[in-house]
């Protein structure tokens, strides 16, 4: 599809301020902002008029594929990723593309769109095409040379040597909080998947700042629930954040919902109630420490005797009472 129609959304919020007052009358992050509600307090459009909106421009890229892209605006500029994994600014008002990175050697793929951090005058945008994240300067899409290894940062960091060359990427955008992005992974699915380890890279220099390892460490919280040397990484892996993360900015928590450890279907080689697959897991945003989690299946587990971490919040058997 060779004709991007940029979002309503996009629209409403381009007619109706060309400036940033505030988050929820802008569309900064990802969804709409860092809670991830799609939320805008713009009144300007609603059901009496709806039906009176006409298309005020589209923008033709030369790509073609798969749309998943959900563009952000910021100050009058509307950025997004297309269907040839190039990103992308526009002016808001009439469509007009201010920037394209092309320096990418990617023809396709799928990208939900960019993460956006700015420090007075230095603004960047984020984004990951195949196992690396980029940095671009968010006013000419020129590559930040300084942040990781002349402007990107290869996902693989952080992750054991037995996962060095397995497939890796990120097709969400990272949470942005302070000077750190933390990044959602998407790996494979069978016996031979990366861990799914969630990981926080600083903004300015790339380097990674902490990790959580999402199948336990010997000495870490859960790693009596998996096979002893399910963290090597060998016949076991994934539990990763795949569809991205919610932050509450006041507490500085990181809310990130977790998938299936791999293989997806047949569990033989991992007995046991597999902390932190399938679960929600609840982080300190600043340094990755552990808050608490939801497991959705194996509620049992909480009648065990496992160490509990400081700050634990328990879930009792029957799912519907909470204890501290």
């Not at 109706?16 to 992050?29: I, L, P």
């Not at 990951?128 to 300084?146: H, M």
């Not at 897991?281 to 808050?291: F, I, M, R, S």
Request: charged share 20%; with cysteine; net charge negative.
């Amino acid at each position: 599809m060779k004709v991007l129609f940029i979002m309503s959304a996009i629209f409403l919020l381009a007619a109706c301020t060309s400036s940033v007052k505030n988050k929820s009358e802008s569309w900064t992050e990802y969804l709409g902002g860092p809670d991830r509600n799609h939320f805008s307090t713009l009144a300007e459009i609603d059901t009496n008029n709806v039906h009176q909106l006409k298309i005020a421009w589209t923008y033709s890229s030369p790509y073609s594929g798969q749309m998943q892209m959900n563009p952000i605006m910021i100050n009058g500029t509307v950025y997004g990723v297309t269907a040839g994994l190039k990103a992308f600014a526009l002016d808001a008002e009439t469509g007009k593309e201010l920037w394209l990175y092309s320096d990418s050697t990617s023809s396709n793929g799928v990208s939900r769109g960019v993460a956006y951090w700015e420090d007075g005058n230095d603004k960047r945008i984020f984004y990951s095409i195949g196992a690396n994240l980029l940095a671009l300067n968010a006013n000419n899409g020129k590559p930040i040379r300084t942040f990781g290894d002349n402007g990107k940062v290869n996902l693989h960091i952080g992750l054991p040597e037995s996962a060095k060359d397995k497939y890796i990427t990120s097709n969400t955008p990272g949470t942005i909080y302070k000077d750190l992005i933390i990044m959602p992974v998407r790996v494979a699915e069978d016996a031979g998947a990366a861990p799914g380890d969630i990981r926080a890279f600083n903004v300015r220099t790339g380097e990674l700042v902490w990790i959580f390892h999402t199948i336990p460490h010997p000495g870490e919280f859960g790693y009596e629930t998996w096979p002893e040397e399910a963290y090597k990484n060998i016949n076991v892996g994934a539990v990763n954040n795949w569809a991205g993360m919610t932050l509450d900015e006041k507490t500085g928590t990181v809310f990130i919902p977790l998938g299936s450890a791999a293989p997806d279907f047949y569990g033989g080689n991992r007995i046991g109630a597999n902390l932190f697959a399938n679960c929600l897991l609840v982080l300190n945003a600043a340094d990755g420490t552990y808050k608490w989690h939801y497991q959705t299946t194996h509620h049992d587990l909480w009648d065990r005797d496992l160490p509990a971490p400081p700050n634990l919040i328990t879930v009792t058997k029957n799912g519907n009472q909470l204890k501290q």
